[in-house]
């Protein structure tokens, strides 16, 4: 906080943009211990009831308390989707003309470039039937736990595997679950890549995919 006073007596920004909540709270703490006339526009990220239960005590109980109050303070908050902005106003009653939803950018061209990367993983060589692909942090708030138990009741129907990218505290959860439910050997942890676009672009000369 005492750094950003600094920065903002020194270069008198006309605006500051924060994201994440510890920042955001921050910001607009600047705001009112400055009382000046500087506009604060927060992002939010996340549903924040429910990445708010994953830190641990004493922050899950205060962070709740210091989000509905600071963020009443900022002049606009973005949020990424309809679903945070309906968290924001529902569980900590911020005002509905204080949010905008602007979801996040895509770099078409890019997607385009990476997805023509040729894979080499030895994974592929034996791969039979529908292949889905999921990628994103093993945490509880992406509920890969859900998905794994979706999977095994596909499997029963559809014969499929299934490829998860990227590393979490609940990984070895998740692959004990996988286990419970018997589709272990059906999915594959391949941990983080550098680019996961192509994985969603897989083609196999005799494997149709999903």
Request: glycine letters at 4%; proline letters at 4%.
């Amino acid at each position: 906080i005492f750094g950003l006073i600094s920065y903002i007596r020194k270069n008198k920004p006309s605006a500051i943009f924060s994201a994440l909540v510890t920042t955001n709270i921050i910001a607009v703490s600047t705001k009112i211990f400055l009382r000046k006339k500087i506009k604060v526009i927060i992002s939010e990220r996340a549903v924040s009831s429910i990445a708010l239960r994953n830190i641990s005590f004493p922050q899950r109980y205060v962070f709740p308390k210091l989000l509905k109050f600071f963020y009443r303070h900022a002049d606009a908050i973005i949020a990424v989707s309809n679903g945070v902005k309906e968290d924001l106003e529902k569980k900590f009653m911020i005002p509905n003309h204080k949010i905008k939803v602007i979801y996040n950018p895509v770099n078409s061209a890019e997607i385009r470039q990476k997805k023509d990367e040729l894979i080499v993983h030895p994974v592929f060589k034996n791969l039979k039937g529908k292949i889905i692909i999921s990628m994103g942090r093993l945490t509880e708030q992406k509920n890969f736990k859900l998905l794994i138990s979706a999977f095994a009741a596909l499997n029963k129907k559809i014969s499929s595997t299934m490829i998860i990218l990227g590393e979490g505290n609940l990984k070895e959860i998740l692959i004990k679950h996988a286990e419970e439910l018997k589709v272990k050997n059906r999915i594959y942890f391949l941990g983080f890549v550098d680019n996961p676009v192509s994985y969603t672009h897989l083609t196999l000369p005799t494997t149709p995919y999903v």
